[in-house]
């Protein structure tokens, strides 16, 4: 092809893409050249702050608004407890937020002790995994800003729900901007959720030593991230809490347990 006949093609293309702009395309994006120039979902989207450092560090800044979040621990691992402080800081700054309590754990003063405000917190109480899912779907298409749903200890048939079923909820926080936590005894949501942390066993945390009587004063533990579409795995990040923050799970869970007290006592 001579230089005069790829002279005259390179005027078509121009001419013809000039005119599908003015009448096929408009506002932005008949201005964008190349898909590097599309905006991040991570530049529009923000996220919920939870008081929480390492929880907040590790998802880049706190819980993302129109996503899921899968926090998995096993008994007396503060998973209950991260929950709680989600929902302290939601109603605190005066949004209104709901929690899916499968395994009827949330004690109501020791949530507010830590500063869960009662007045705006909606609590279900479901009695299998199914309408734990069904109503976590119906609480985001509601308009909460926060949905927190507990799957307790031992959810029965949970390894048995659909992906479908995940799938839905993770749209629904897409489609109404809100935060989904949920708290799992083992991984459950697949492949749905953005972002995985890992909760390990806590231990306590004594003050005093010698001959005088030790006080407990709260549970450390650690925070692993397993999985998040931004930001790489791998990191990992100490997690403590005081008495009044982590007990209002702790022993509800130990009562139904009873075996785990020595280990988490001892430790």
């Known amino acids: 092809m001579g230089a005069l006949q790829t002279q005259v093609l390179e005027q078509f293309l121009e001419r013809g893409l000039a ?7 408009a506002g932005s994006g008949a201005r964008l050249l190349r898909a590097s120039q599309l905006p991040s979902p991570g530049q529009t989207r923000g996220s919920l702050a939870t008081g929480l450092s390492a929880l907040d560090g590790l998802l880049a800044g706190g819980l993302p608004k129109g996503a899921l979040v899968e926090i998995v621990g096993r008994c007396l691992s503060g998973r209950f407890s991260i929950g709680l402080a989600a929902l302290a800081a939601a109603t ?5 937020a709901a929690l899916v309590d499968l395994g009827d754990h949330l004690d109501p003063q020791a949530a507010e002790r830590a500063g869960v405000d009662l007045a705006r917190l909606l609590r279900v109480r479901p009695r299998r995994v199914q309408e734990a899912l069904a109503s976590a779907e119906m609480l985001l298409a509601a308009g ?8 307790g200890l031992a959810p029965r048939h949970a ?3 659909p992906d479908a079923a995940w799938l839905r909820l993770a749209r629904s926080a897409q489609a ?4 989904l936590l949920l708290l799992t005894p083992y991984r459950l949501s697949g492949v749905v959720a953005e972002a995985v942390l890992a909760a390990e066993g806590a231990c306590p945390v004594w003050q005093g030593s010698g001959r005088t009587p ?13 999985k998040h579409l931004r930001v790489r795995p ?6 403590s809490f005081s008495v009044p923050e982590a007990f209002s799970y ?18």
């Not at 005119?19 to 395309?25: N, V």
Request: charged letters at 20%; hydrophobic letters at 40%; proline letters at 5%.
């Open 159 to 161: 390894r048995f729900v």
């Open 234 to 239: 791998g990191l990992t990040a100490p997690l």
């Open 214 to 226: 030790r006080l407990l004063t709260g549970i450390s533990s650690r925070l692993s991230l397993e």
């Open 176 to 179: 109404q901007d809100a935060a």
């Open 92 to 96: 605190s700054s005066g949004q209104a």
């Open 144 to 151: 909460f800003p926060l949905v927190v749903a507990d799957l």
């Open 19 to 25: 005119k599908k702009q003015s009448g096929l395309l």
């Open 250 to 267: 702790q022993l509800s869970a130990v009562s139904q347990k009873t075996e785990e007290w020595p280990r988490f006592a001892e430790s």
